[in-house]
T-cell receptor, first 109, second 115 residues
Framework: GQNIDQPTEMTATEGAIVQINCTYQ??????LFWYQQHAGEAPTFLSY??LDGLEEKGRFSSFLSRSKGYSYLLLKELQMKDSASYLC??????????WGAGTKLIIKP | ETGVTQTPRHLVMGMTNKKSLKCEQH?????MYWYKQSAKKPLELMFV???????ENNSVPSRFSPECPNSSHLFLHLHTLQPEDSALYLC??????????????FGPGTRLTVL
C-alpha cells in the first residue's frame, strides 16, 4: 500500500529553527507538496519538490531525496503565527495526491 | 469573493436529516475535489470532477452524493449520515486534473457534526 509518515506533533521555541520530516512509500512519484493548515482554516500551499535538493522560499525551505523516499520542511526564525499543522503529500504514478496525517507544530515564546 | 468558498462553515444534523454542502471556486479551474478530514488522519479523497464529469469515486458510501452543475460549483448532498461521518469536509480545485505540478487550492471547509 501507499504510505506517508510524518511526526504527529512537534514543539519549538520562537526564533528557533525546526525541521519536519516526511517519509513516503508510493506507487511512483510525481512530486511532493507541503501545505500549511491553521486550525479551522484551509490548507495553503507552501512548496513543491520534484527533483532532489533544497528549495528555499524565505524562512521556509523544503528538501527532497527521491532515492530515500524522504523530504523535510525547514522553518527558520520561528514566529508564533507558524503554529499550525504541516501536511506532506506525494503525487503517485496516477497523479493522485497521497496525504500524510499532518504534523502539528506548537511554537512557545 | 476570491479563491474557494464553502458554505455552511458549520453544520449539525441528525442521522435522518438531508443537507447539502456547497463549494464555489472563483479561479477558473477545471478540476474540483471533495475531501474528508478527520482528526489525526490523512486527508481522504472522496470525489473528483474534471470539467463537470466525475472521474473518481473512492468507495464512498452512497449516503454521500456529489453534484457538479458547472465547473465553478460543487455540491455534496448528505442523507442518513452516521456519527462517524462527523469531520471537516474540504473542497479544493486545481487548474487541470493530473499533471505533476498542479497545486490544489482549498476552501475553509465545513465542520460537520452528526448527532
Amino acid at each position: 500500500g501507499q504510505n506517508i509518515d510524518q511526526p504527529t506533533e512537534m514543539t519549538a521555541t520562537e526564533g528557533a529553527i525546526v525541521q519536519i520530516n516526511c517519509t513516503y512509500q508510493t506507487s511512483g512519484f510525481n512530486g511532493l507538496f507541503w501545505y500549511q493548515q491553521h486550525a479551522g482554516e484551509a490548507p495553503t500551499f507552501l512548496s513543491y519538490n520534484v527533483l532532489d535538493g533544497l528549495e528555499e522560499k524565505g524562512r521556509f525551505s523544503s528538501f527532497l531525496s527521491r532515492s530515500k523516499g524522504y523530504s523535510y520542511l525547514l522553518l527558520k526564525e520561528l514566529q508564533m503565527k507558524d503554529s499550525a499543522s504541516y501536511l506532506c503529500a506525494v503525487k503517485d504514478s496516477n497523479y493522485q495526491l497521497i496525504w500524510g496525517a499532518g504534523t502539528k507544530l506548537i511554537i512557545k515564546p | 469573493e476570491t479563491g474557494v468558498t464553502q458554505t455552511p462553515r458549520h453544520l449539525v444534523m441528525g442521522m435522518t436529516n438531508k443537507k447539502s454542502l456547497k463549494c464555489e471556486q472563483h479561479l477558473g479551474h477545471n478540476a474540483m475535489y471533495w475531501y474528508k478530514q478527520s482528526a489525526k488522519k490523512p486527508l481522504e479523497l472522496m470525489f473528483v470532477y474534471s470539467l463537470e464529469e466525475r472521474v473518481e469515486n473512492n468507495s464512498v458510501p452512497s449516503r454521500f452524493s456529489p453534484e457538479c452543475p458547472n465547473s465553478s460549483h460543487l455540491f455534496l448532498h448528505l442523507h442518513t449520515l452516521q456519527p462517524e461521518d462527523s469531520a471537516l469536509y474540504l473542497c479544493a480545485s486545481s487548474q487541470e486534473l493530473g499533471g505533476s505540478y498542479n497545486e490544489q487550492f482549498f476552501g475553509p471547509g465545513t465542520r460537520l457534526t452528526v448527532l
